[in-house]
């Protein structure tokens, strides 16, 4: 088998059995980067040379006895990670040239456990974007093609595009991404790929460039269901460094992907039957119940009453939140520095130049929210409401175990649709966002393909703190769905 096709699981095995090691594995991936970065721009940073250490210490642990579980398995880091002694920008010119003195808790812990680092991936600007338009380091292109030989450039979804592409090109075998309002979810949907946003606190943001503190949530993609059990597993534990971080055991996720769904209650979220979603994403819909009900489950009609809100407050809470948390970047902590006669100009001359289009709009619309004479209008509303979206889910989970729903209303889109109309790129949340308001967890699996020979994605919802149905339920659908398409541009495919 090609190197770069297995999945973290057989590689892991074949590790350990030392039918293949770590130095090759690394290297299948690196020549892969070579090959087809140059086209995706998946990747912001490579980092060959560290990650040819890292895997030789591997071969040498492996050798040792000394395995642990991700010993010798080449990921890519969203780069809104810190990484200790390797760029992190953010996806933003404002942080270009900034080299973290430190390494956030999760990528510390994927190296504890013994993982390659292979570069920095690619982003929307500090998260923000469901495209991967709007990175100052340039768009990232989906791998995958629409049939029949069709040349249009497709999204990989945002905000953690380059994540996702790298993955379903099989540049790296997993990744991390971060997820404020589906930017793991609905990236996963458009590259075929399984990825999960874990409960809000599961993760420690320590050291992951903050975009909406209150929604920001570290989590993993990849190519099946267990593999993100597997990274997640690694990713996840209590952080006194974050304040938010929950002080709970990390369950054995893998072990509940074998748990299957005999018994349970899944949801159907009445209210997810948008008006113009198309007859294809409701017919897998229809499909991934069906499969959960031959496997034991018990469906049930659930009601979200306030859905339709979900979107409205999100854009003013994660604006509200984010424009507090970029007043950082003011010339002179961090990155970028513009000059100015005086201070004030400084501080003007530097965000006008290292912030893109949208975060400058994030900015203005946070800070008008949060202003005198708008808080009670807007922000303080937005925050009641949320009370509420969280009120219907734990509602609805005092019945179900778990909710089904469609992960995005359309597969992926091409480079530029979309792009002159903020609303309509908002609406790609629509079935992500909620989960987000409430914290709860949500995974997204590859389900089946659409007419364009598109992936498309299923979206599990979980009770807070039980990934681990999550992940049963996720489980289940891959098995039946028996997704096994590839993306069209991939390392060992002649472009
Ligand atoms: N697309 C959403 C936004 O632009 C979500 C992004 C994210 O989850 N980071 O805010």
Request: with cysteine.
């Amino acid at each position: 088998m090609m190197l770069t096709e297995f999945t973290i699981a057989g590689a892991r095995a074949a590790l350990r059995d030392k039918e293949i090691s770590a130095a090759e594995l690394t290297l299948a991936h690196l020549e892969a980067i070579a090959d087809l970065n140059p086209r995706l721009n998946a990747f912001i940073t490579v980092t060959d040379e560290q990650a040819a250490l890292q895997a030789a210490r591997a071969d040498k642990a492996i050798a040792a006895g000394q395995a642990r579980p991700l010993t010798g398995i080449p990921l890519a880091i969203k780069d809104l990670f810190c990484t200790q002694g390797v760029r992190t920008t953010a996806g933003s010119r404002i942080l270009e040239n900034f080299v973290p003195p430190y390494e956030s808790t999760v990528t510390a812990r994927l190296l504890h456990d013994g993982a390659v680092f292979l570069g920095k991936a690619n982003l929307d600007e500090f998260a923000m974007g469901s495209s991967n338009m709007t990175s100052a380091f340039g768009p990232v292109e989906n791998p995958w093609k629409r049939s029949g030989g069709s040349n249009a450039v497709l999204v990989p979804g945002g905000s953690s595009g380059g994540s996702a592409s790298a993955v379903s090109a099989r540049l790296a075998m997993g990744a991390t991404g971060t997820d404020t309002g589906g930017s793991i979810r609905q990236p996963a949907a458009f590259c075929g790929l399984a990825g999960i946003k874990p409960t809000y606190g599961r993760c420690s943001r320590w050291g992951v460039v903050a975009f909406a503190s209150s929604l920001d949530q570290p989590g993993p993609f990849a190519r099946t269901v267990q593999d993100c059990a597997i990274l997640l597993g690694s990713m996840a534990g209590f952080d006194p460094k974050d304040s938010t971080s929950i002080d709970l055991a990390v369950p054995d996720f893998e072990a509940a992907c074998r748990r299957g769904v005999r018994g349970l209650k899944i949801g159907v979220p009445r209210e997810y039957r948008a008006d113009g979603m198309p007859a294809e994403i409701e017919r897998l819909w229809q499909q991934g119940l069906d499969w959960l009900r031959d496997a034991g489950a018990e469906i049930v009609d659930v009601s979200l009453p306030h859905t339709k809100y979900g979107l409205a407050t999100y854009y003013i809470v994660a604006p509200a939140e984010a424009s507090s948390n970029l007043a950082r970047y003011d010339g002179v902590r961090f990155g970028l520095r513009a000059d100015g006669q005086d201070l004030t100009e400084l501080y003007e001359a530097t965000r006008a130049e290292g912030f893109g289009e949208e975060v400058k709009r994030r900015i203005l619309i946070g800070t008008y929210v949060l202003s005198a004479g708008y808080y009670d209008a807007y922000y303080l509303r937005a925050q009641k409401v949320r009370a509420l979206i969280l009120k219907d889910f734990t509602d609805a989970f005092a019945t179900v175990d778990a909710l089904l729903t469609p992960t995005a209303p359309s597969a992926a889109f091409a480079q530029g649709e979309k792009m002159n109309d903020p609303v309509a790129m908002y609406l790609n949340d629509v079935f992500t966002v909620p989960a987000s308001m409430a914290g709860v967890p949500a995974m997204s699996v590859p389900a089946g393909l659409d007419s364009q020979g598109l992936p498309l994605g299923l979206q599990v919802i979980g009770r807070p703190y039980d990934e681990e149905t999550v992940f049963a339920v996720s489980q289940v659908i891959e098995d039946s769905a028996g997704f096994s398409g590839k993306p069209a541009l991939r390392a060992g495919v002649p472009a």
